[in-house]
C-alpha cells in the first residue's frame, strides 16, 4: 500500500491517535492538536511534506515533517516540543523507515534534521544503518537532557525515593513556608480561567529568570496563549499558583497526558527566593500528581538542579542529521 500525504491534521486525527494509543513513544507533543497548535502558530514558511503509512484503514505509521528551503524536518521545534519523533505501532518500524527514505529520495532536499529523539527511540535505532546503507552520511550528537520521576501511590513513599539530603531540605522549607507566612497553591484548568490568568503565568516566568524573558518574544508567547486553551479544551491543562499573603508569587503550567504529569515551564517572583517558592510550588505539582493517581512526573528538558533535587532521573536527548552525500 502506499502513502497519503497529510494536508490537514484534523483530517487524519482519528488515525493519528490509534497510532499513539499503540505507541511506546506516545507523548502529548505527538499528538496532532498539539502539532496543529504549532503550525497555525509558526507554519508560514513552511511547506508539510509529511505522510502517514501505508494508506487509509489501517494506519501504522506518522511521518509528521515540515519543509523549509533544503531541510525536511519534524513539524515542531526545540523551544516548543520536548520530544519528538515518529508514531509507529510496534512491528512496523522496518517497513515505515525504508518507505521514510524512499518517499525523502522523491523530494527536493538536502538535509534530514530530527530533533529532540528520546534515548529510547526506535529513529535512533533503525534509521541510522538504513540511511548509511543507502549512501546518506547520518550524525547522531546529544541535543539535551530531560528528567522524570516514576510516583509512588502516596506523598510519604516519594519522600522515602529521595535522598537523605533532598528530602531533609524539601521537608524544611515546607516547615518554614508554614511557620513564617500565610500561603496556599491551587490549580486553574477551566478554559476561560486559564486566558484570563496566562497573563500572570508569562509576567512570573519572565520575572524568574533572564533567559526566559528572552524566550518569550511576541511569537512564542502567543503560541503559550493558543496552547493553554486547547489544552484546557481538552481537559489536559493544570495551570498552578502559589500565592503568599493574597499575592501570586509562583506559576507552573503543567498538561497531564496518558498517566503523565508534564511541568512544561515555570516562574517566580525573585523577591520571594528566600522561601524557594518556586521549588515548593513544583513540589505541589508533583503531590497533586500522586494524589490524583498519576504515575509519572515529567520535568522535561533542561539541566535545572531543582530537577534532580525533586527526584528527577536524569536521560539524553538526541539530534540526527541525515544528509545526501
Known amino acids: 500500500m502506499g502513502t497519503t500525504p497529510i494536508t490537514s491534521f484534523q483530517e487524519i486525527q482519528a488515525d493519528w491517535e490509534s497510532v499513539l494509543q499503540e505507541n511506546p513513544q506516545d507523548t502529548l507533543f505527538l499528538t496532532p492538536q498539539w502539532q496543529k497548535v504549532w503550525w497555525d502558530t509558526f507554519g508560514d514558511g513552511h511547506s508539510m511534506v509529511g505522510f502517514s503509512y501505508p494508506g487509509s484503514g489501517d494506519v501504522t505509521g506518522i511521518a509528521s515533517l515540515a ?44 538535509t534530514l534534521r530530527l530533533d529532540s529523539l528520546r534515548y529510547d527511540s526506535p529513529t535512533l535505532e533503525h534509521l541510522p544503518d538504513m540511511a548509511r546503507n543507502q549512501g546518506y552520511s547520518v550524525e547522531i550528537e546529544e541535543e539535551d537532557v530531560t528528567s522524570g520521576i516514576e510516583l509512588p501511590g502516596t506523598w510519604d513513599d516519594y519522600l522515602m525515593v529521595l535522598n537523605k539530603k533532598d528530602r531533609h531540605e524539601l521537608r524544611r522549607k515546607l516547615r518554614r513556608m508554614d511557620a513564617q507566612t500565610d500561603w496556599k497553591w491551587y490549580s486553574v484548568t477551566d478554559p476561560a480561567q486559564a486566558t484570563e490568568r496566562l497573563g500572570e503565568f508569562i509576567s512570573l516566568m519572565r520575572q524568574s529568570r533572564p533567559d526566559k524573558d528572552e524566550f518569550m518574544t511576541p511569537e512564542r508567547e502567543g ?43 515555570s516562574g517566580y517572583d525573585p523577591e520571594y527566593a528566600y522561601y524557594s517558592v518556586g521549588l515548593l510550588l513544583n513540589a505541589m505539582c508533583l503531590k497533586d500528581a500522586i494524589d490524583q493517581g498519576l504515575t ?18 536524569q536521560r539524553n536527548l538526541y539530534k540526527m542529521v541525515v544528509k545526501k552525500n
Do not use: W
Open 223 to 265: 503560541f503559550f496563549h493558543n496552547v493553554t486553551q486547547r489544552m484546557a479544551e481538552l481537559g489536559q491543562l493544570q495551570l498552578y499558583f502559589l500565592e503568599m499573603e493574597g499575592k501570586a508569587v509562583a506559576t507552573s503550567l503543567c498538561f497531564d497526558y496518558s498517566g503523565s504529569r508534564l511541568l512544561y515551564n
Open 67 to 110: 519543509k523549509e528551503g533544503d531541510t525536511v524536518s519534524f513539524v515542531g521545534s526545540q523551544d516548543t516540543f520536548d520530544y519528538n519523533d515518529f508514531p509507529i505501532k510496534p512491528g512496523h518500524e522496518q517497513g515505515f523507515y525504508e518507505i521514510l527514505l524512499k518517499c525523502l529520495e522523491e523530494q527536493d532536499y538536502r
Open 296 to 313: 509519572y512526573f515529567d520535568f522535561l528538558r533542561g539541566p535545572e538542579p531543582y530537577k534532580a533535587h525533586l527526584g528527577g532521573e
